[in-house]
């Protein structure tokens, strides 16, 4: 394995620790529009916390796929054809996710302006659940053949481990949701959501407890690195510790980067365990996919590495100018006008 291979390898892992810190407390903000607020107003002042960021922030996945597509093109081929379905479920939600934000503003009756409000529910609440059932039934293992094809039943998709994975990414997104609307909002809103955040924290202890004994009986990661994914596990127990301590003391700011690192985590837990391979094989470690024999070659992985270190800090410095202009809190004001107080 060379050091450009091994580096891609981490760079598509932090494009998934940047889309998940950043899309997750979208989705989670699009799930809040059914479970926490009581009237459109309310629902307009919510949604208006992500109205400038959301599609920024899923460029992130554009970029990942962009990336695992030049630089892993084995790994690629083998995850988008063995997980057609699943990504193609995802795809839909992330559309009619999109769409709905526009849509829904342009309705002229309560009736079709509540069915793209329900849309942008359920285009908030699949993709999350469809990625967390997509990784975790991916680190069990797929019957994956010499070919590099996955020939596999629907209980290798969908199976304990996987729903469980699936739940789990859900819920720290909806919660990572309610602790940015802590962080972006004003009145009522802002205080029903730090009292749901409150009665949530207990489901996602019992489930990162699941999660983690899971990960011990379905993975090999605490037999081929204990050290290393024992270490990352109690990482992201203790963000979620912290998390819930800022939620009690009102501490918004603490919770908000909690949850993120609670969702890192995962995804860093995840690619530890799967190196040095990109695919694990439920047959046998001789038909394992590894980072060695999935990657282009050195020429194309050089040439990645400029542009990519050329562009980034340009791209970084442009969202963080984002929130930086968008980053006052938004309450209800009079009339149903939204006022914007730093």
């Known amino acids: 394995m060379s050091g450009l291979q091994l580096l891609w390898f981490i760079l598509i892992a932090v494009l998934f620790i940047g889309f998940f810190f950043l899309e997750g407390f979208d989705y989670g903000v699009g799930m809040a529009t059914r479970f926490l607020v009581k009237n459109e107003e309310e629902r307009d002042q919510v949604i208006e916390t992500i109205g400038p960021v959301w599609d920024g922030n899923e460029v992130w996945l554009l970029t990942a796929g962009g990336a695992m597509f030049a630089s892993f093109p084995e790994w690629y081929a083998t995850l988008f054809s063995g997980y057609y379905i699943i990504l193609f479920l995802i795809l839909v939600g992330l559309i009619i996710r999109g769409v709905s934000f526009e849509f829904r503003e342009k309705m002229e009756t309560a009736k079709s302006r509540n069915f793209w409000n329900w849309t942008l529910f359920i285009g908030s609440i699949l993709p999350p659940f469809l990625f967390g059932l997509m990784f975790t039934s991916m680190v069990r293992g797929m019957p994956l053949a010499a070919d590099k094809g996955i020939y596999a ?190």
């Open 153 to 342: 039943s629907f209980g290798d998709y969908v199976n304990l481990f996987s729903v469980v994975g699936g739940v789990a990414v859900t819920l720290i997104c909806f919660l990572h949701g309610l602790n940015y609307i802590r962080l972006k909002t004003e009145g009522s809103v802002r205080e029903r959501a730090q009292k749901l955040s409150k009665r949530l924290y207990p489901v996602l202890f019992v489930g990162l407890v699941v999660f983690a004994v899971l990960v011990y009986l379905e993975t090999d990661f605490i037999q081929a690195r204990p050290v290393s994914s024992l270490a990352i596990l109690a990482g992201i127990v203790l963000c979620a510790c912290l998390s819930a301590y800022g939620t009690w003391k009102d501490k918004e700011l603490l919770s908000f980067l909690t949850t993120g690192f609670v969702l890192a985590g995962v995804v860093v837990l995840i690619f530890n365990g799967l190196f040095p391979r990109v695919m694990i094989s439920s047959l046998g470690s001789s038909t394992d996919l590894l980072i060695k024999n999935a990657s282009s070659t050195p020429y194309t992985l050089s040439l990645m590495s400029k542009i990519a270190f050329t562009i980034l800090p340009f791209v970084l410095a442009y969202q963080a100018w984002s929130y930086y202009i968008f980053g006052k809190r938004i309450g209800l004001g009079k009339g149903g006008a939204y006022s914007h107080d730093g």
